[in-house]
């Protein structure tokens, strides 16, 4: 089975731009959930999404949003960005609820 | 709000011994999920064991076994015959049992260096 893909790898943006990121989770995994990874932060939960609804969120600002289609291919957006939205934007998908993530290999976002 | 804590920001051993990477957590959740991720200088994160919360018998996956102790909120993870390919960043990871609050609480990470 496919690992969990995200595309682009790299993104190179500046501040103000506005960015969309793009993950596939595992064929059969409906619940695809989203976090950042900064060397200060380290990992931080953005959100969640199964079976289309964003089931849960985490603590960032409305700049932040995303949202999961029919297939589970899952889109999340990062409007205005800033210096301090430079991270690895890492995406995880499962079969369920409550089960075991498995991850992308993450798209790394540096804004200018 | 659920928090993890790994004291052990930097740990190093020799290929071939054992290691034990602790973490510790908070929660006043009685079922929930404890798993142990690796993130290489790849930076792919590598799914390496899980923990039910209401088994009591230790998870093990080959060289990686795990000591839960849910009384003490501990659970370790022991790597035996270390080798080079385990140099990583080594996360210990919380999850909920579902519900909607479900989503993964990390900690900061224990970068593990196996030297030759």
């Known amino acids: 089975k496919a690992g969990v893909t995200q595309t682009p790898r790299y993104l190179i943006k500046t501040r103000g731009q506005q960015v969309t990121l793009s993950c596939s989770p595992i064929s059969g995994h409906r619940s695809v959930s989203w976090y950042q990874q900064t060397p200060g932060q380290g990992l931080q939960f953005l959100f969640e999404y199964f079976s289309e609804t964003q089931r849960n969120k985490g603590n960032f600002p409305g700049r932040f949003s995303g949202r999961q289609f029919s297939n589970s291919r899952s889109e999340m957006n990062v409007s205005t960005l800033e210096l301090g939205d430079s991270a690895l934007y890492l995406c995880?998908?499962?079969?369920?609820?409550?089960?075991?993530?498995?991850f992308g290999p993450g798209t790394r976002l540096t804004v200018t | 709000a659920q928090t993890v804590t790994q004291s052990q920001p930097e740990m190093s051993v020799q290929e071939a011994e054992t290691v034990t990477l602790s973490c510790t957590y908070d929660t006043s959740e009685n079922n929930y999920y404890l798993f142990w991720y690796k993130q290489p200088p790849s930076r792919q994160m590598i799914l390496v064991i899980r923990q039910e919360a209401y088994k009591q018998q230790n998870a093990t996956e080959n060289r990686f076994s795990v000591n839960f102790q849910k009384a003490a909120k501990s659970f370790s993870l022991k790597i035996s015959d270390s080798q080079l390919g385990d140099t990583a960043m080594y996360f210990c990871?919380?999850?909920?049992?579902?519900?909607?609050?479900?989503?993964?609480?990390f900690g900061k990470g224990t970068l593990l260096t196996v030297n030759p």
């Open positions: 990871a919380f999850g909920g049992s579902g519900g909607s609050n479900y989503k993964l609480t």
């Open positions: 995880a998908s499962s079969l369920a609820r409550g089960s075991e993530q498995y």
